[in-house]
């Protein structure tokens, strides 16, 4: 009779396969090559090369040993940033209670009054040493508006630091040492991150007795978008914990290489809940090369702003949910305007690459070099298309959307009422005369059309794939609509044209 497998052997067999060729991380090797970097030369990043193949992981001790190899290989590499900020602190006074038409009089407002000193507030974070010469990456929140940054190495060395760039747009910074032969870490290729692997994250949560702490956990999701923490996100996921002070540190894999930079959690409490945020490195190793050799980051601009398509939009344009980004404003002048793309157009690929949400084309689109070609594959009213548009160097942010306050809530069929702009109702909605024909005037925020996101104040261009160019063909569209109907609107709002589909 043959002995049941011990849970031992279980376990083993369970994490062989997951975990080979992550052990014996004193066998890798580091080809270092550096021969020093400029502002007109690009960085030297460090390279490994791994000697074991299909290593086989033989005990539960050699398992745990290849966690023990990752930290030891990324460890040296982690740094602890620290930055000092002066800004002028008034002070209490006991005429304060009298209120601030006392103020003038003892002399407390102004720059240089008695009644105002100047305090030091120190901030803390992460980074991570990425050339040998001294380049670190962090986070730009973490040096942002410091007059003073230093770091902590992990031998206890303190040294000087100076900022040579930040990208808030991705909230990527780079600083810099004077000092040589440091242990860069290797930049590993964050495209080839899958759901499910495991990662470790490193840095100094909650303050400097805390440096170099290591979690582990796995990558949770990729692509993460719409976070609301930089206007270019393309955020790894993970349930590595992470604290207020590992900003700025490095997120690695069972290979010891950087594949993201911690940069945020999600949280109600303000502490860790599982769910943290990193910058990809393939993000953050382009940022941080443009920084390194031009001095700033430089991005393409097409001149459209683009919304994601839902289900209803789907529906009312015979497309798929998440298939393609859908164009609203079209700029005056810019490539997309001059080489024909237009307001309604659905863009399914760039370059070749099948976009699936406006997150998506947004960091394609800025990821190119201006003066480089695009080529766009777009649906229109039923049949494809095919450009190709040299994109711009990207000068300004693109138009945001301005949101209206509701007047009063209204009973229709739609769920709100529009009306003829004219010049006095423009006026008193502060829009530009002559900007359309109808405008939003109420809407009830139990509608369907409040959900779908309608506003007071928008401007209405067509409906249901129809221009209104008067209040009359606006009122004929209207009467044709009925209870259960699809209705397919696209609004101007502000500088920027929206679609919105919803039902009645």
Do not use: C
Request: glycine share 10%; proline share 4%; net charge positive.
């Amino acid at each position: 009779m043959r002995n049941k497998p011990s849970f031992i052997q279980y376990f083993l067999l369970v994490f062989a396969g997951i975990a080979v060729g992550a052990l014996v991380f004193s066998n890798v090797e580091f080809n270092l090559s550096f021969n020093g970097s400029s502002l007109s030369s690009k960085p030297n990043f460090a390279t490994a090369t791994n000697n074991i193949e299909n290593y086989p992981i033989q005990s539960l001790k050699s398992f745990n040993e290849a966690f023990v190899q990752i930290a030891e290989s990324a460890t040296p590499s982690v740094v602890t940033i620290f930055t000092e900020k002066t800004v002028n602190q008034r002070m209490q006074s006991p005429f304060d209670f009298f209120g601030s038409p006392f103020d003038d009089f003892f002399g407390m407002p102004g720059e240089g009054s008695p009644n105002r000193r100047k305090e030091v507030q120190r901030g803390l974070g992460s980074g991570v040493i990425v050339t040998a010469d001294g380049y670190i990456l962090t986070n730009n929140h973490v040096i942002d508006g410091a007059d003073t940054v230093y770091i902590r190495t992990s031998d206890n060395r303190k040294i000087s630091a100076k900022v040579i760039g930040s990208d808030p747009k991705t909230d990527i910074a780079v600083i810099k040492v004077d000092e040589k032969n440091l242990k860069p870490v290797v930049i590993g290729d964050s495209d080839k991150l899958r759901v499910g692997e495991w990662v470790i994250a490193i840095g100094s949560p909650l303050g400097e007795n805390l440096a170099r702490t290591v979690t582990q956990g796995i990558v949770s999701a990729k692509g993460r978008a719409n976070v609301g923490l930089a206007d270019y996100e393309d955020f790894i996921q993970t349930d590595a914990a992470i604290n207020p002070g590992n900003s700025g540190g490095p997120l690695v894999n069972i290979n010891g290489e950087l594949v993201g930079i911690n940069t945020a959690i999600a949280s109600r409490t303000g502490g860790f809940e599982g769910i943290g945020f990193a910058v990809p490195s393939n993000m953050a190793k382009k940022v941080l090369t443009s920084l390194i050799t031009t001095g700033k980051v430089t991005r393409a601009y097409l001149g459209v702003t683009i919304q994601d398509i839902d289900e209803n939009l789907a529906r009312a344009m015979n497309l798929k949910a998440g298939e393609g980004a859908l164009v609203g404003t079209v700029i005056d002048g810019s490539p997309a305007a001059k080489y024909g793309i237009k307001t309604g157009d659905v863009i399914l690929d760039f370059n070749g690459v099948r976009v699936t949400s406006s997150a998506v084309l947004r960091n394609a689109i800025a990821s190119q070099s201006p003066g480089s070609t695009a080529k766009l594959r777009v649906f229109r009213d039923g049949s494809m298309k095919q450009f190709s548009i040299p994109l711009q160097e990207q000068s300004a942010k693109e138009p945001a959307s301005k949101r209206s306050a509701s007047d009063d809530a209204v009973s229709t069929l739609l769920g709100f009422r529009g009306e003829e702009l004219t010049a006095e109702r423009a006026q008193k909605l502060k829009l530009k005369p002559g900007a359309g024909k109808v405008v939003v005037t109420a809407i009830s925020p139990s509608s369907n059309a409040y959900r779908a996101g309608l506003r007071a104040g928008d401007i209405i261009y067509s409906l249901n794939k129809q221009d209104v160019r008067s209040y009359s063909e606006y009122s004929t569209l209207v009467s044709k609509v009925k209870k259960g109907d699809l209705v397919f609107i696209l609004v101007g709002r502000g500088v920027s044209k929206i679609y919105f589909a919803f039902n009645l």
